[in-house]
């Protein structure tokens, strides 16, 4: 009779055995989201940088539009980030005799822009969309 008992009780064993953790292997997971863009912050490979927000070009140390000024060595790189909501370029106005004029064309949020500067003298840049009140930047390389 207990032989009897088992057999009649092995498939429901077998049943509840099938249906035990549903966390296998076999159970899809939904992807990640993908992480957020990095803060703004340095350009790779850029010596300074110069962030770029609405309506103004933002030296390292605070200084805006025509108060918006580095130094850099012969030969050393400037970098852009937008910042801002609104686009801009990044448009050389004067440089120096020899040296090669620079324009970014039109950049938007999160992107970049580096000009390496070999000719010493001062560089003058401004936003083409907005040159009445995005200019006067500059730039001295030594």
């Given at each position: 009779?207990?032989?009897?008992?088992?057999?009649?009780?092995?498939?429901?064993?077998?049943?509840?055995?099938?249906?035990?953790?549903?966390?296998?292997?076999?159970?899809?997971?939904?992807?990640?989201?993908?992480?957020p863009p990095p803060p703004p912050?340095?350009?790779?490979?850029a010596n300074v940088?110069?962030?770029?927000?609405?309506?103004?070009?933002?030296?390292?140390?605070?200084?805006?539009?025509?108060?918006?000024?580095?130094?850099?060595?012969?030969?050393?790189?400037?970098?852009?980030?937008?910042?801002?909501?609104?686009?801009?370029?990044?448009?050389?106005?004067?440089?120096?005799?020899?040296?090669?004029?620079?324009?970014?064309?039109?950049?938007?949020?999160?992107?970049?822009?580096?000009?390496?500067?070999?000719?010493?003298?001062?560089?003058?840049?401004?936003?083409?969309?907005?040159?009445?009140?995005?200019?006067?930047?500059?730039?001295?390389?030594?």
């Amino acid at each position: 009779m207990r032989r009897r008992e088992f057999v009649v009780a092995l498939p429901g064993i077998l049943a509840v055995a099938a249906c035990g953790d549903s966390s296998g292997p076999d159970t899809a997971q939904p992807e990640p989201p993908p992480p957020p863009p990095p803060p703004p912050g340095a350009v790779p490979g850029a010596n300074v940088t110069v962030n770029i927000e609405d309506n103004a070009f933002v030296d390292p140390n605070g200084g805006r539009n025509g108060d918006a000024e580095v130094t850099i060595a012969s030969g050393e790189t400037v970098g852009w980030r937008h910042v801002g909501a609104n686009p801009h370029t990044v448009t050389s106005t004067e440089v120096p005799s020899g040296a090669m004029a620079f324009d970014s064309g039109t950049i938007g949020y999160n992107e970049t822009f580096q000009v390496r500067l070999s000719v010493p003298g001062t560089y003058v840049y401004h936003c083409a969309t907005h040159p009445s009140i995005m200019l006067g930047s500059r730039i001295i390389v030594t």
